[in-house]
């Protein structure tokens, strides 16, 4: 990966301007030019131990992640060689067939590596599940509009980035619901894919409740709620990606697209083109009509890889992964997400429209 002898990040100069209920949140500072600075991505199958051997990577070669179980249903994962940079921003879907969602409590540096605590829940109760896990930060601006952006709202973290170089802003619209604003010139029909992750120390769902465009802006509104689907207050952290990775990073294998048919019974190739991106070229598709969604990412497996869900909904759901996807280790090396899962909260399956992201280290 390139620029990593740029010097460490100074610390963020993003401050924080509330008016109006509206956050502005500074975009980065155009002398910094790593996009991304680093990123780590990990399945953590055991709450004690080694993360997956071939579903983890790391922007720098590093020992394997470990994780620390530090609590019910608190692990701390340790990527050991990307601890140089402050703030970035976590994302974390959990892999398992049951009611159960996976949150970001916080996350720090430490000699060198990387510590994401994350939290889980079955039901609502604080428990160990299997979950995949994200950490990237950037810096520095891209031409060509805007590409990538996140935001880390009320987290200790409070990050943002925009790779067009303008500030996102977070404008609150009552409790448990948020407007995100990220400036930058793009599509005016909708394009990109977004990820979103509560981060609370309480049980917390957020999904996306919304999305919009202009030739100038991307808005996405976020809706959070407790255990028990009642709207709260909670951080969380939104990215989004436009022909990259969730990582910030461009390898050569990786995908994004929306299962905005959940209805549909049968496959189809989810509209419009935007919204559907395969680095390979090839077109992924969605089998529906059912709680349980099969995406096809064709022509993109390689390891190490990962995948991350987001519900979206007007009223709360939660999305994980049903189990661990398949690589086809020869051609056409498609990756197979079977299934993508949603719920209410108490547990029901349901059919909803939830975004799926695919990405790999090469």
């Known amino acids: 990966m390139k620029s990593f002898h740029v010097r460490r990040l100074a610390l963020w100069a993003a401050a924080l301007a ?12 155009p002398a910094q030019a790593a996009v991304p600075n680093a990123w780590a991505f990990a399945l953590v199958l055991s709450p004690s ?31 050991r060689n990307i601890g140089f940079f402050k703030g970035g921003v976590v994302h974390v879907t959990a892999v398992t067939d049951q009611l159960a969602w996976c949150q970001a409590q916080s996350w720090r540096t430490l000699g060198g590596s990387e510590l994401v605590t994350v939290r889980c829940f079955v039901k609502g109760v604080a428990a160990f599940v299997p979950f995949t896990v994200t950490y990237s ?38 409790v448990g619901r948020w407007r995100v604003r990220l400036l930058g010139s793009g599509p005016a029909t909708p394009s990109g894919g977004v990820q979103l992750t509560a981060v609370a120390t309480a049980p917390r769902i957020c999904d996306i409740a919304g999305r919009a465009q202009t030739p100038a802006a991307q808005f996405v509104t976020v809706d959070c709620y407790t255990k028990a689907g009642v709207r709260a207050s909670s951080g969380w952290t939104l990215t989004y990606q436009r022909s990259r990775a969730i990582t910030g990073a461009r390898p050569t ?19 419009p083109p935007g919204v559907n991106f395969n680095s390979a070229g090839a077109t992924n598709t969605v089998l529906g009509g059912s709680p349980e969604a099969l995406v096809r990412f064709p022509k993109v497996g390689i390891l190490p890889n990962s995948v991350f869900v987001t519900p979206s909904a007007i009223v709360p759901r939660v999305c994980n992964l049903n189990t661990t996807w398949a690589t086809q280790a020869g051609p056409p090396r498609d990756v197979i997400v079977r299934d ?14 939830s975004y799926v992201t695919y990405v790999s280290r090469r």
């Open 253 to 271: 294998r990786f995908a994004y697209t929306v299962n905005n048919k959940p209805t549909f019974p049968g496959t189809y190739v989810p509209v």
């Open 49 to 79: 131990g080694p993360v997956n051997a071939t579903h983890w990577a790391e922007s720098k070669p590093s020992p394997t992640p470990t994780a620390v179980a530090t609590g019910p249903g608190v692990e701390v994962v340790r990527f």
């Open 137 to 174: 930060q950037s810096s520095g601006t891209l031409a060509g509009g805007l590409s990538y952006a996140y935001v880390s709202h009320g987290t200790t973290s409070g990050s943002s980035y925009n790779s067009t170089g303008h500030a996102n802003t977070v404008t609150a619209l009552g």
């Open 340 to 353: 993508v899962v949603c719920y209410t909260p108490t547990g029901v399956l349901t059919r909803a429209v």
């Open 18 to 29: 509330v008016s109006g209920g509206v956050a502005a949140i500074a975009g980065p500072a």
